[in-house]
């Protein structure tokens, strides 16, 4: 089956620690993102990537890094700088064919930090 | 990103249509009407997408004003599987992220 895998759907860490979340799509799109929900509240964009070895910030990137190395892999790190890391992160990938650009979203990653 | 306006929330009942409507004032000539919907503790699932005319695919119906101020989403036969919380977002052309607002609850009562 194609589509977005994400793991793992729940991680606790201490503060202070750094933590990377797995983001990998089989769908052969080029764009991947990562975004941040809190409770009741709408998804925020973290960082986004276009195509390979490229990513830019989104609306709150910061404490957050990422990587493109593959197509197919997009990890979300989750450094000591952020604040609030406490959240429910999703990642999603789109292809730059037709007009559309649907996103296709993953389960989700529910981050603990405590 | 232009801004969408949706109500916090709205109740159905099972099998009847619901309307869920978006207002986007200040709509750009280049900008798509996308709608998702997330069902709790689930990524959000791309429902349908229109630039000026009405759209239908297996999922809704996106009816779009003529000055393309608002539009309203259709779900034609609600099932307890369609409760959900909706979003209306304005997209122009290109890859970028996506903007979310709080979105519309919806509610289906059997």
């Known amino acids: 089956d194609g589509g977005i895998t994400q793991s793992p759907k729940y991680l606790f860490r201490k503060e202070g620690q750094n933590v990377t979340l797995s983001c990998e799509q089989n769908l052969n799109h080029d764009a991947m993102y990562w975004y941040r929900q809190d409770p009741g509240q709408g998804l925020r964009l973290i960082y986004y990537s276009q195509i390979v070895n490229d990513f830019q910030k989104g609306d709150i990137a910061e404490g957050y890094s990422v990587s493109r190395e593959k197509k197919e892999s997009f990890p979300l790190t989750v450094t000591s700088a952020q604040k609030n890391p406490t959240a429910f992160y999703l990642c999603?990938?789109?292809?730059?064919?037709?007009?559309?650009?649907?996103?296709?979203f993953g389960p989700g990653t529910r981050l603990t930090v405590t | 990103d232009a801004k969408t306006t949706q109500p916090n929330s709205m109740e159905s009942n099972e099998e009847e249509p619901v309307h869920l409507p978006c207002n986007h004032s200040?709509?750009?000539?280049?900008?798509?009407i996308h709608w998702y919907r997330q069902l709790p503790s689930q990524g959000p699932e791309y429902v349908i997408h229109g630039l000026t005319s009405n759209v239908n695919n297996r999922m809704a119906s996106l009816a779009i004003a003529e000055d393309r101020k608002s539009s309203t989403l259709i779900l034609h036969r609600a099932t307890l599987r369609d409760a959900a919380v909706y979003y209306c977002?304005?997209?122009?052309?290109?890859?970028?992220?996506?903007?979310f607002g709080k979105g519309t609850h919806l509610i289906i009562q059997p």
């Open positions: 999603a990938s789109s292809t730059h064919q037709g007009t559309s650009y649907e996103q296709y």
């Open positions: 200040t709509i750009s000539g280049t900008d798509y």
């Open positions: 977002i304005l997209r122009g052309g290109g890859a970028d992220g996506l903007t």
